[in-house]
């Protein structure tokens, strides 16, 4: 394991955090505070309210009973009555509005925590991104945010309701405690008793949550794809609607597998609460008519702890069962801050700042570089020394496999080396805050990164309702790339959508318009460093060198790196690498390196009959 490995290995062993049950309810109450103080006043409400309510509700006809039994006028007696209807009436109205409101205040905190998940995956080192682990990790902490049940939202109400529900609890006990200690804690025990039997359904639930999570992840897929608009064309040319029908319909089959044998567990375990349920109420009920039957309670007394006794169970099963949705809502809201707690691989905040300086033309080196992907047996790189001079224009040739990305990634900073170092302008760029580095680069790779927005903001790369399109440069940049007819033909111009997967009436561009609007988007960034990694590889060759030629005159003198699996693409280069064997096998101008007659000149060669300008002279 190489030294940077193993100090990033240690940074993360010594700084991972765990959060408790009381940290992480303390965690969400904070948050809810800062954010909507109104979810903090709003579940006390409801929990003055709960108990309010079952008081009320406990006490009405054993004090309407007494004061019949102690012969109060009518007119009194319903005075009385009347007092605790609209006492009642007032508590569940107020309780009503906190509970019609308590859900989407909640939800407001779920979309923060969703949001805080989205920006730090987006702006984490990127060999996060790459990671299986740390991806892992990404998905379980976006478990409480995945819908309106997560315990992102959820968390609040459970912590209302278990508070409600202790409250009571100590209440009622010490209620019933007056007519024996020993009926509160025989309903509690076999309350208790009736929950952990319970739990059979739950840990059945558990341990079938892979398979249950793997065939609706199945549904899903088969949805998704009959709905996908890439899709279209195959399904009607190939006929695949049967198959996609046939595969739906044997997902189905496994979920109502699946939810027959969830059945049958759930009613043996219902078998058990009913049982347990007599006999809890049985003997409870049976002391209390006891009680009554020898005079040692009154009518009013009687109605007072019979009702007591239903509702002390329930109590005491929703703290159990509160509790136990509590703890798994808790270790999801753990996930969470587990992850944002994630040390950074390489340096943001805390490093070096690095301001674009403007007309500078910068100088990309790589000392003694080896990298090494994790898992490998071997370096993809190794020992590579390379200085890339101010405005120079460097070609990066190779064979597949070669490490030609990798050089690209490791010269833009997504990655650190191994072995070695990366110098900007003779400075190692680990010290220096890495948002700042990447201010300075310009890139257009192989896979397309169009957002689903309009064109002018794909090429500022700017949502225009919370940043600033300059509209001018944007059709500067769209005309040097050769865009703007384009742009304009279409039905909206620079505001027609792109990306028809979320805007059905998005337009559709070639793959040489996309490689067109990227160079517009490069174009825009102004950045003083180029790097092309293969953003012509679905081009025919001359339009290839067409749209290289197009790089070459509108990058100007600014350093620009250009990596083509066509060697005669980037002929207009300053200096031509050629990759292999984890190194630089071969450097020169494309002139030199056809007359060195090595791998370069095979290359080219085999190559050359795609070439229907040029190539004979330059084969010659």
């Known amino acids: 394991m190489c030294y940077a490995r193993r100090e990033v290995k240690k940074m993360k062993l010594g700084k991972q955090k765990s959060f408790?049950?009381?940290?992480n309810c303390g965690f969400m109450i904070a948050r809810a505070w800062r954010l909507n103080r109104n979810i903090v006043l709003g579940g006390a409400a409801l929990i003055f309210c709960t108990v309010g309510s079952s008081l009320l509700e406990l006490f009405v006809v054993p004090a309407v009973l007494e004061s019949v039994g102690r012969g109060v006028r009518p007119g009194e007696l319903a005075g009385m009555?009347?007092?605790?209807?609209?006492?009642?009436?007032?508590?569940?109205?107020?309780?009503?509005?906190?509970?019609a409101e308590f859900p989407a205040r909640g939800g407001h905190i779920r979309g923060t925590i969703a949001s805080d998940i989205h920006l730090a995956f987006a702006r984490t080192s990127y060999p996060h991104t790459e990671d299986p682990a740390y991806i892992k990790r990404h998905e379980k902490a976006q478990e409480c945010t995945n819908s309106s049940w997560s315990s992102g939202q959820q968390i609040y109400e459970t912590m209302q309701a278990v508070a409600a529900n202790l409250i009571c609890f100590a209440i009622y006990l010490a209620l019933l405690?007056?007519?024996?200690?020993?009926?509160a804690l025989l309903s509690a025990a076999l309350t208790a008793a009736g929950y952990f039997m319970g739990n059979r359904f739950r840990n059945w639930q558990h341990a079938h949550k892979e398979e249950k999570g793997g065939i609706y992840h199945k549904l899903r897929y088969v949805i998704d794809r009959s709905k996908d608009i890439t899709l279209a064309k195959d399904i009607r040319i190939f006929g695949l609607a049967p198959w996609l029908k046939s595969l739906y319909g044997q997902y189905r089959a496994e979920l109502q597998d699946y939810l027959r044998r969830l059945t049958a567990v759930a009613l043996r375990e219902d078998m058990l609460n009913v049982l347990l349920a007599l006999l809890r109420n049985g003997?409870?009920?049976?002391?209390?008519?006891?009680?009554?039957?020898?005079?040692?309670?009154?009518?009013?007394?009687f109605v007072l702890y019979f009702t007591a006794v239903s509702g002390f169970t329930q109590w005491v099963a929703g703290l159990f069962s509160g509790f136990a949705e509590l703890?798994?809502?808790?270790?999801?809201?753990?996930?969470?801050?587990e992850f944002m707690a994630e040390p950074e691989i390489f340096r943001f905040d805390d490093g070096k700042p690095l301001p674009v300086k403007p007309d500078h033309l910068y100088q990309l080196a790589l000392r003694d570089?080896?990298?090494?992907?994790?898992?490998?047996?071997?370096?993809?790189?190794?020992?590579?020394?390379?200085?890339?001079?101010?405005g120079e224009k460097l070609a990066i040739?190779?064979?597949?496999?070669?490490?030609?990305?990798?050089?690209?990634?490791?010269?833009?900073?997504?990655?650190?080396?191994?072995?070695?170092?990366?110098?900007?302008?003779?400075?190692?760029?680990?010290?220096?805050?890495?948002?700042?580095?990447?201010?300075?680069f310009a890139a257009?790779?192989?896979?397309?990164?169009?957002?689903?927005?309009?064109?002018?903001?794909?090429?500022?790369?700017?949502?225009?309702?919370?940043?600033?399109?300059?509209?001018?440069?944007?059709?500067?940049?769209?005309?040097?790339?050769?865009?703007?007819?384009?742009?304009?033909?279409?039905?909206?111009?620079?505001?027609?959508?792109?990306d028809r997967n979320v805007y059905l009436d998005a337009q559709d561009l070639s793959g040489g318009q996309m490689q067109r609007l990227m160079l517009a988007r490069a174009l825009y960034k102004n950045a003083p460093l180029v790097m092309l990694d293969e953003p012509t590889a679905a081009l025919d060759p001359l339009a290839e060198r067409d749209m290289y030629q197009k790089y070459n005159s509108l990058t100007g003198q600014r350093t620009s790196v250009y990596i083509s699996h066509r060697l005669a693409s980037t002929r207009f280069c300053d200096r031509v690498l050629l990759l292999d064997g984890g190194g630089i096998a071969e450097e020169g101008t494309h002139e030199s390196l056809l007359a060195l007659g090595g791998q370069y000149a095979y290359l080219f060669h085999i190559q050359s009959k795609y070439y229907q300008e040029g190539a004979v002279e330059d084969v010659q």
């Open 81 to 99: 009555i009347v007092l605790f209807a609209l006492a009642i009436a007032a508590v569940r109205a107020v309780k009503s509005y906190f509970q």
């Open 283 to 301: 003997a409870a009920y049976g002391w209390l008519v006891w009680l009554a039957v020898h005079g040692e309670l009154s009518a009013a007394e």
């Open 444 to 498: 257009v790779f192989q896979s397309f990164s169009v957002m689903a927005g309009t064109v002018a903001e794909n090429v500022a790369q700017v949502d225009k309702n919370t940043g600033k399109i300059d509209m001018p440069k944007v059709w500067d940049c769209l005309e040097k790339a050769g865009m703007a007819e384009k742009v304009r033909s279409m039905p909206k111009g620079e505001d027609t959508m792109l």
């Open 397 to 440: 040739v190779g064979r597949n496999g070669a490490g030609k990305t990798t050089l690209i990634k490791l010269l833009c900073g997504l990655y650190d080396p191994t072995e070695g170092q990366v110098l900007l302008d003779g400075e190692d760029i680990r010290q220096f805050n890495r948002r700042d580095y990447y201010k300075h």
């Open 327 to 337: 703890h798994k809502q808790s270790l999801e809201i753990a996930a969470f801050r």
């Open 20 to 23: 408790n049950m009381a940290q």
């Open 177 to 183: 405690a007056n007519v024996g200690i020993g009926v």
């Open 369 to 390: 570089v080896s990298f090494r992907y994790p898992g490998a047996d071997h370096d993809t790189l190794s020992h590579v020394n390379l200085t890339i001079r101010p």
